[in-house]
């Protein structure tokens, strides 16, 4: 439907149903959000039940492995059937809770935009509506060529962005969960061929599956942690890193460190740049196999913030996955809007380090 000239009843009319609807979805928005937190609560209260009854069926799988002959067949059967029952019930609730976070986050997101658009449609409309009585002109300034395009260029440059993080999650995505997914696939295969021909190595093939299994999940955890919007205003990026790298060692059973000053004096912009190449970085490094460490030191100089992450692990060295970032593209797009650079080095077979350099002049 195409827009009305401004200055004009028609465009003036336009703003007031832009307006009344955003009104309107801001109210919906509203109370889809109280549903969400309710039903969050109430998922939230069934994994902490869910939690503590799987700490007592482990218990009582360890008392029943220590004593064996002490039970009948059937109720170990039934200690096992009920272990297994309450962790899938669990790893279920646990992402119905992790959906509802991210719907959660979207609606708010969703929110503050529409917020944000209500603010615009209201404060034009106010224009116009002094503009009426003290009986105005058209605004000619809006009708020039070059203030056009002042106008489009950042419009432009922020689609071409969005895009740009559209290619860099789906790569993630084909890199990592839908690969592991193919690797489930064929690992489902020589299962079901072990079944078939050689009977006695198929619990091999199951434990190497549910391994290649995990690895997925846990990937796709992290890609998941990732996409959430970061608290930078409220905590910083020393203590928003940290919360990351705790979530990182949390998934992958690794140690992580972070030195640096818990405050920052940075523009908001190059808090957020910062923050999401650091994130890349240490999470590159941790979803190695071989990654056992991850260290982030971080330092502001006046006139650069330098950023070091170390890797240690058996080979991680050899060939550093950190050095993969240097080749995607948009991570070099970002780097060079910054004017920043990256370096990786090998120190010996088994730590590699990173090192990003952003300018604040």
Known sequence: MPLPKPQTREFTERLRQIVEGCRAELAETGRSL???????????????????????????????????EAYPRAEIRDAYRSAQEVTLRLFMMRSQAEQLQERQESLRRYQERLRELLELAEAQLEHEAERARSGEGRTRALQRPDTAELVSTPL?????????????????????PAQALSNVLLELEICEQLLARRPEQLGEGLNSLRATAARALLDLRRMLYELRPAVLDEL???????????????????????TGPESDDLPEAARLALYRLLQELAGTAASDERTRRVSVDLRYEPAQVTAR?????????????????????GFRARLERLGASLAVESIGDDVSRATVLIPLA
């Open 34 to 68: 109280q549903e969400i937190e309710l039903l969050l609560n109430q998922t939230n209260t069934e994994v902490e039940r869910l939690h503590q009854r799987e700490i007592q069926l482990s218990n009582r799988l360890r008392e029943v492995d220590a004593n064996l």
């Open 156 to 176: 432009e440059e922020l689609i071409l962005a969005e895009e740009a993080e559209r290619g860099r999650v789906s790569r993630q995505l084909v890199e990592g």
């Open 236 to 258: 910083g990026v020393a203590a928003t890193l940290r919360r990351y790298l705790t979530e990182l060692a949390r998934l992958y059973d690794i140690q992580v460190e972070l």
């Open 309 to 329: 992450v170390e890797v240690q692990g058996p080979g991680v060295g050899q060939r550093p996955r950190l050095a993969d970032l240097s080749l995607d593209e």
